[in-house]
T-cell receptor, first 113, second 115 residues
Framework: NAGVMQNPRHLVRRRGQEARLRCSPMKGHSHVYWYRQLPEEGLKFMVYLQKENIIDESGMPKERFSAEFPKEGPSILRIQQVVRGDSAAYFC???????????FGDGTRLSIL | KQEVTQIPAALSVPEGENLVLNCSFTDSAIYNLQWFRQDPGKGLTSLLLIQSSQREQTSGRLNASLDKSSGRSTLYIAASQPGDSATYLCAVGKFLGTSGSRLTFGEGTQLTVNP
């Protein structure tokens, strides 16, 4: 049973470009979470999704950031018009039920030039 | 707003020593608490999950306890080994409804076990 798969592992973008981060949850997991780890800071919750629904996006910046988890395919975290402050490690986690632990992927390290 | 604090921030011990990592949280209305380890450049590996109704969980050389009323959890590692060297993260889960929970993380304890 493959774990949570994130790609790419590393992504380099220039200021103003768009970044797309992908996450495939573990098989059978219908809950997907995105967290961000800024340099020298702890992980911070961004958004919680179930298939085709955003349940809680209270941790996501109001502008330039969006997330989706379509009926088919991976969850996508999209950052438009990236700025230097978006440089961070972005982690995706999934779980089958609230009573089960969240399992994390290896993250996407985003660098903005 | 939930705040999670981990003490100490860093710990260096000789191999074989038993050790305790501490985690405290400000809001006792939690759903569960999860301990993770994070290796450099890697993701998080789930170690133990304690539901709010539970007092402790054990897995191998690891034992985690939870005292919800005082807002504390400890992770006990017995007979530490160099392979235990990593950053240990405590995360408190809040129920979001529709069967999801949001984790609030501490900043971690960086553990080094010296051979």
């Amino acid at each position: 049973n493959a774990g949570v798969m994130q790609n790419p592992r590393h992504l380099v973008r220039r200021r103003g470009q768009e970044a797309r981060l992908r996450c495939s949850p573990m098989k059978g997991h219908s809950h997907v979470y995105w967290y961000r780890q800024l340099p020298e800071e702890g992980l911070k919750f961004m958004v919680y999704l179930q298939k085709e629904n955003i349940i809680d996006e209270s941790g996501m910046p109001k502008e330039r950031f969006s997330a989706e988890f379509p009926k088919e395919g991976p969850s996508i975290l999209r950052i438009q018009q990236v700025v230097r402050g978006d440089s961070a490690a972005y982690f995706c986690a999934s779980s089958p039920l609230i009573s089960q632990p969240q399992h994390f992927g290896d993250g996407t390290r985003l660098s903005i030039l | 707003k939930q705040e999670v604090t981990q003490i100490p921030a860093a710990l260096s011990v000789p191999e074989g020593e038993n050790l305790v990592l501490n985690c405290s949280f400000t809001d006792s209305a939690i759903y569960n608490l999860q301990w993770f380890r994070q290796d450099p450049g890697k993701g998080l590996t789930s170690l133990l999950l304690i539901q709010s109704s539970q007092r402790e969980q054990t897995s191998g050389r690891l034992n985690a306890s939870l005292d919800k009323s005082s807002g504390r959890s400890t992770l006990y590692i017995a007979a530490s080994q160099p392979g235990d060297s990593a950053t240990y993260l405590c995360a408190v889960g809040k129920f979001l409804g529709t069967s999801g929970s949001r984790l609030t993380f501490g900043e971690g304890t960086q553990l080094t076990v010296n051979p």
